[in-house]
């Protein structure tokens, strides 16, 4: 195993605020957005205890776009991506302080309506490495049906 590394994060969780978007002074987008997730276990008594974890994560490109047009508090939503942390010094205090987020590579929404997920879709990119913002650009696979199929219209999107 020597050389070889992994750095991945799979989440299944709410948010706990609406996505927040902005765009690089290049016009990039990137979204910011927290998801909690829940852990029960019995303590040393024996009784129930709930223990909520809160996590960060930054979506680039068209990820973030999504994102920003589906994603709504409380919706239950599954992040596939990468841990890493970036520093800065506080303009205050001077100190160096960090932050570690997950940098996603997938998306899919899990709630339906009314519930704040928009319904099931799926965007990103399956191994997509980097700053997070690869992209798979092949030719997308034909549908099914051919060249005569009929168009897809809105009553055909599940959301």
């Known amino acids: 195993m020597a050389g070889k590394s992994l750095n991945r994060v799979q989440l299944i969780g709410n948010l706990g605020k609406d ?23 019995k303590d040393k008594s024996g009784e129930w205890q709930d223990r909520t974890e809160w996590h960060n994560v930054v979506l680039w490109q068209r990820l973030a776009e999504i994102a920003g047009e589906y994603l709504k508090k409380g919706g239950k ?5 990468r841990l890493q942390t970036r520093s800065w010094d506080d303009k205050t205090s001077g100190q160096k302080k960090y932050m570690t987020e997950v940098v ?9 309506r009314g519930e704040g997920g928009g319904g099931d879709f799926a965007g990103g990119s399956r191994g997509a490495s980097g700053g997070g913002n690869n992209f798979d650009q092949r030719t997308p696979e034909p549908e099914p049906g ?3 199929a009929s168009p897809i219209t809105d009553e055909d999107i599940p959301f």
């Open 146 to 148: 051919g060249a005569g």
């Open 77 to 81: 939503v599954y992040i596939e991506g």
């Open 19 to 41: 996505p927040e978007v902005k765009y690089t002074p290049q016009g990039t987008p990137v979204a910011k957005l927290t998801i909690a997730t829940n852990e029960r276990f």
């Open 104 to 112: 996603a590579s997938d998306l899919i929404l899990l709630g339906g």
